[in-house]
């Protein structure tokens, strides 16, 4: 799988029509075809394309991701000064959107038209019909700029030092991710929950006597949990997508921002490594997306029972 | 709450109404039923798919599906000396909730799924327990696996841990039972319990069935499709057409005395009681009316041999043929007895 992602990302970036090169260089410089061409030797751009793709593959794998074309600057290192920055509004927003989503999907399915229910119909209308940069421009302009309660963005600040410094930044950015991966969210949960409601076991449990706070709590949201947990994974490459978009509109210092600028500048070996970083990670999500369900679901655990 | 009724009755239904919400409009799915149950005694429920068996389970115990409401008539249940009317208490509260699973067990259709996936078996039953009696979760451990133990649950220290997908349909019905029984209930609906199993576990779970009624003092309530069961386990049988109980007494009087034209034709139409262990509840000529249908008179008429036309003037009352013998049909004679057919096939 791994393999297939990387290969595609490499040939990829092959078709291209820009010569990575001319990306690099000073107009000036470009008319020098031998320097160009001495150029083209050293970062290995005249090998086999098959070669090319298995040395890249080799330093990916052993963590050296090489150069940006643009800055010079080694890759990993822009990649340890911008890769907290993403985590943190990522996972915040991820964890945040979850907890809520769950939350309130369990509440409006519990009780249909409560105000549980038409809450999350409000924010599922917001968060599909509108981008979510667009949710972001709002909020900017509404918490920012009118009543400039919170910043407009901006990871640091000078003097700056810890979390809760910096909380007030993160504030926007995530509440915009937030409200994006909410909106479908909700009404799958909520829908989840609707039909674990009608399964034959609810009724058991109902016929027990156990007050309802219990029957969903214990019963029906347990049961209802494992297809949200796979959608969760089906979404989570739009949060990725979606952080680009939030970080260019918040000017957060991120992963976004830095494929952006790669994209802009036809920087392709960052923008390969990144794309790269960002598969991995889709990966990884889809593998803890599956340890969740067989902890939830006794049926798919591993040697289950016996 | 109380009312002057009478105490041998454990349960009475009067005259109750269930109504569903549907996408176009509203089915009147119960009509005026009516059961009066005495404390201890066996009572199955019988008639054709969709004539409102399982909607009367679920009315008794206000779990019926959320589009479904019981629009009049009275669920009196008898605890001890007092008479609660369960379908004046809230779904939910806490009143309804205490006499659900602790005075009334009850075992749902298609029990198959009637267990919760994610959860241990033994806990599913240890719930119901821990929910109505201030005792440990050891001591509840116990009494699940003693109960396993009775109910024929093989190794049922290590089957407590089990999930409900490791067990057969024959071990899962066993644990409704004792989701059903484990509070030792004065009542228990079984909704019918053994329609998913091979006839001998079948045979198993009627006489685990019959040994807790017996030996336990309790009432039930069987509904069930299966004719020479009900000869073996009933002491009275209700049969129900299309909404409606149409005759109702003990199992002598029903079955080896049918009076309704409805009953007459079912018991026609199996052979011999004693000699077949799994005769079903065969069809009846005629097509079953939808409940949608809005119709006057006697529900049976359009497939009745004994219609005449005032069977569709007016509402058909109960009459008693003889006591304890209830029989919904105007053309029974002071005798309690229908005419004799002429030129017609007879089903005498
Ligand atoms: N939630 C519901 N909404 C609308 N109609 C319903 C609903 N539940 C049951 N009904 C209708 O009520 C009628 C009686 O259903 P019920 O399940 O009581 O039949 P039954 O006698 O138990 O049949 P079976 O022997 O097949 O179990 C049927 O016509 C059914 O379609
Ligand atoms: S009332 Fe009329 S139609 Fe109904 S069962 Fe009796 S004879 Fe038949
Ligand atoms: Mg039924």
Known sequence: ?306 | MSRSTNKDLILDLKSVNVKFKVEDGTLHILRDVSLSIPRGSFLCVVGESGCGKSVTAQAIVQLLPDNGEISSGDILFSQGDQVVELNKLEKFGKQMRDIRGAKIGMIFQDTLSSLNPAHKVGRQVAESLLQHFPISKDEARTRVVELFRKLGIPDPERRYEAYPHEFSGGMRQRVMIAIATICEPDLVIADEPTTALDVTIQAQIMTLLKDLQKSAGKTFILITHNMALVSEVADHVAVMYLGRVVEYGTVEQVLRDPRHPYTKALMASVPNLDADKNVDLQTVDGQTPSPAEVTVGCEFAGRCPYVIAACTEKTIQMTQVSPGHDVRCIRLDSNGKLPVLIGGASNE
Not at chain 1, 6 to 28: E, G, K, T
Not at chain 1, 78 to 107: D, H, K, N, Q, Y
Not at chain 1, 263 to 281: E, H, K, R, W
């Open chain 1, 1 to 306: 799988m791994a393999f297939t992602i990387s290969a595609l990302i490499f040939f990829a970036s092959r078709l291209s029509p820009i010569d990575p090169i001319n990306a690099m260089v000073p107009p000036d410089m470009a008319s020098d075809s031998a320097n160009l061409e001495q150029l083209r030797e050293e970062l290995g751009l005249n090998d086999h394309i098959i070669l090319q793709y298995l040395t890249w593959l080799k330093n990916i794998a052993t963590g050296e991701f090489g150069y940006s074309l643009q800055s010079g600057q080694k890759i990993s290192e822009i990649l340890a000064l911008r890769m907290p920055a993403t985590l943190e509004l990522v996972l915040s927003a991820l964890v945040l959107s979850t907890i809520l989503a769950l939350t309130l999907g369990l509440f409006a399915g519990a009780k249909k038209g409560g105000i549980a229910d038409k809450l999350s119909r409000i924010l599922g209308v917001v968060g599909i019909a509108i981008p979510d940069f667009f949710i972001g421009l709002v909020l900017l302009n509404l918490f920012a700029f009118r009543v400039e309660w919170l910043p407009t963005g901006n990871r640091v600040a000078p003097g700056q030092v810890t979390f809760w410094d910096r909380f007030p930044n993160l504030i926007l950015p995530v509440a915009t991710l937030t409200i994006a991966m909410l909106a479908v969210l909700i009404r799958y949960t909520r829908n989840s929950v609707l039909d674990t409601l009608n399964r034959d076991f609810v009724k058991t449990a109902r016929s027990k006597g156990v007050p309802e706070w219990r029957v969903l709590y214990s019963h029906v949201f347990r049961n209802s949990l494992g297809p949200v947990m796979v959608l969760l994974a089906f979404r989570l490459p739009l949060l990725v997508g979606g952080s680009i978009l939030v970080e260019t509109v918040f000017q957060w210092p991120g992963i976004g921002t830095t494929i952006i600028a790669a994209v802009t500048a036809s920087d392709y070996p960052v923008i390969m490594v990144v794309s790269m970083i960002i598969a991995m990670v889709i990966l990884v999500a889809s593998f803890l997306v599956d340890i969740i369900k067989s902890i939830l679901d006794p049926r798919v655990r591993l040697g289950g029972g016996n």
